[in-house]
């Protein structure tokens, strides 16, 4: 039996493995005296042989220690195994300067395969901080100084904007930038409302890492932290006001006797809050040149115009669609349609607005598509005139139109109905001074003494109305007050909260992306935890959560599995080894985990 396993098992290995490659993974970006890991994972344990060429500008102080991995599963008949082998050095960066971290070669199997190249940047030797540790991700640990530095000098935020003197309702990109030398735990801070700016945050998708920028004689780790597109609706100088940001910032415990944490009794490093401000902003803003064009929209940008008119032969009464497509980048969203003049007898609706813009550092870019449904009502040869869009072009300081070709339409009579002359509702002419447009519709009829006011029809609609101003004051009552109760929105948000992150979680499980995963789930545990047990973003630690879910009553063992699973999901981002291997079975057991508490917490 058990060699009938051994044979399914290898079969298995050697369907599953597939082809072979060799990863490299290894920080971007370090600073000269700094120890990183060079790691370099293979997908399968059966290496024969490895090889890496020589490191340049950098020592090797250690290595390759070697680690496996294997994986093996049975699931509803299905079998499915992994196995990898990673080969790590530690070493030391010598010089500052762009280098290529060297190429490994393995065999297997009697072939050969190599790894990519990978090139890291190194900085030079903080003058203030002390040595960086770069986990194998590459995500930056912030050094701890070994010199006092000022605490506005240790995390600070820049405001930045892309211009300063623009036009009305020209786009300008407002950047905030983060600037650290401490590690971050929380940092929170919210865009007040801005007075005079239509405002769109710049949504971007992707994780949020350190970068090293060399300031001072300081090597800071950055990241851009909110971006906006502001749009200004009047001239004048305009103020984007200061922003005050809280942080959570983990410093050394200098108190504290590192032989007491050996044995439990503490740690070295200890959580302190900081407040920051991002300092405000002023823009001038001028007026747009007068006199205005007057047949201008509105629209502020660099933009081009196409038309069409489908289909160009039609009978009467049938609709065929004009199709106006502005592309270009600035004020898309906030422009008026074009202007279209048809022919006498036509009749043209409200247009259809496909909008295919995101926003961007220039505004919204993209397109936008007017749809107008035009209708002829009699047969003959027809020409829509050219439709003009006048837009003003800030790069220029003047104004541009644009206009598209005139359309041509051959409408055929139709046989059999009498052709009428049908006057746009909007269009309606008085004939001389005494003959007006004939009222279509049913006439409604009274009797020349009715009177509502006192009627019965008239007591009967104030009660109604009484009635209902009644109930719909105890709903939005009852609206107000749950929404005024924190805990409660907090609580009702959780279960939703925690499967939107591990809906994100599933996507990064698919594409392999272990470090931004494993975050998620950690984030998806304990924002769960905090929503349901009304704690505070700064109170929410390990501890607290423990201390929170035992209080109400949680069993042990469920709490115990929870805060395990926070604590692993932190290791697996930094530990050495393949951080892939076990993200289902994070992902599985965090899941249960949710479902559990859930049900314990209702109880």
């Known amino acids: ?114 790894s990519k190249s990978q090139q890291i940047e190194v900085l030079p030797a903080s003058s203030q901080a002390g040595r960086h540790s770069q986990g194998q991700q590459g995500g930056i640990r912030q050094p701890q100084q070994q010199h006092p530095v000022k605490a506005s000098e240790e995390l600070y935020i820049t405001a930045t904007a892309s211009k300063t003197q623009i036009y009305e309702q020209e786009a300008v990109l407002l950047t905030y930038k983060l600037y650290t030398l401490v590690n971050i735990q929380q940092l929170a801070g919210e865009m007040p409302q801005l007075d005079g700016f239509h405002v769109q945050e710049i949504d971007s998708k992707a994780q949020m890492s350190l970068k090293y920028e060399r300031v001072n004689g300081r090597n800071y780790g950055t990241t851009i932290w909110r971006q906006y597109v502001l749009f200004p609706q009047r001239s004048g100088k305009l103020t984007v006001p200061p922003i005050t940001f809280e942080a959570q910032v983990e410093v050394h415990n200098t108190s ?197 006011w006192g009627s019965a029809q008239c007591v009967l609609s104030y009660v109604v109305l009484l009635l209902v101003f009644c109930v719909l004051a105890l709903v939005f009552r009852r609206y107000a007050r749950q929404n005024a109760n924190l805990a409660l929105q907090r609580n009702k948000k959780a279960s939703r909260e925690a499967a939107r992150r591990l809906k994100n979680a599933a996507r990064l499980l698919k594409a392999g992306e272990a470090g931004p995963f494993y975050d998620e789930v950690s984030r998806a545990l304990l924002g769960y935890a905090g929503d349901k047990l009304n704690l505070r973003m700064a109170d929410l630690t390990r501890d607290n959560v423990k201390q929170a879910l035992t209080e109400r009553g949680v069993d042990a063992s469920l709490v115990d599995c929870y805060i395990n699973l926070v604590n692993e999901c932190e290791f697996a981002r930094y530990a050495p080894g393949d951080p892939v291997a076990n993200m289902e079975k994070i992902y599985s057991e965090a899941s249960d985990a949710l479902n559990r508490l859930n049900g314990a917490i209702k109880k």
Do not use: W
């Open 256 to 452: 504290m006797d590192p032989f007491d944490v050996f044995f439990g009794g503490g740690s070295l490093t200890q959580l302190v809050k900081r407040t920051i401000k991002a300092p405000a902003l002023e823009i001038d803003v001028k007026p747009l040149p007068q006199p205005k064009p007057a047949n201008f929209n509105g629209a502020v940008g660099d933009y081009t115009l196409s038309g069409s008119l489908t289909p160009s032969d039609i009978k009467a009464n049938d609709a065929a669609t004009l199709r106006l497509v502005v592309s270009g980048h600035g004020n898309m969203k906030l422009m008026k349609a074009p202007t279209v003049k048809l022919p006498k007898d036509f009749e043209v609706y409200d247009p259809k607005v496909d909008d295919k813009t995101t926003y961007s550092a220039q505004g919204a870019k993209g397109n936008v598509v007017y749809d107008y449904i035009i209708v002829p009502r009699h047969g003959g040869d027809f020409t829509v005139q050219p439709v003009e869009f006048c837009y003003f072009d800030p790069q220029k300081g003047d104004y541009k139109t644009l206009r598209t070709d005139s359309f041509h339409v051959h409408v055929q009579k139709v046989q059999g109905v009498s052709q009428h002359t049908v006057v746009d509702r909007e269009d309606l002419k008085v004939i001389d001074s005494d003959i007006h447009f004939i009222k279509l519709g049913k006439a409604r009829i009274r009797q020349a003494n009715y009177r509502f």
């Open 1 to 114: 039996m058990y060699r009938y396993l051994l044979v399914l098992f290898s079969c298995v290995s050697l369907c599953a493995r597939g082809q072979v490659t060799v990863r490299l993974q290894a920080p971007a970006q370090t600073e000269v005296g700094d120890q990183i890991r060079v790691s370099y994972v293979v997908n399968t344990s059966d290496v024969e042989d490895f090889k890496v060429e020589k490191f340049q500008g950098f020592d090797e102080l250690y290595g390759p220690s070697t680690s496996k991995q294997s994986n093996f599963q049975m699931v509803n008949g299905k079998t499915t195994s992994s196995s990898s082998v990673t080969f790590t050095y530690v070493v030391m960066a010598t010089q500052e300067g762009t280098f290529r971290l060297p190429v490994a070669t393995v065999q297997v199997e009697g072939k050969t395969y190599k």
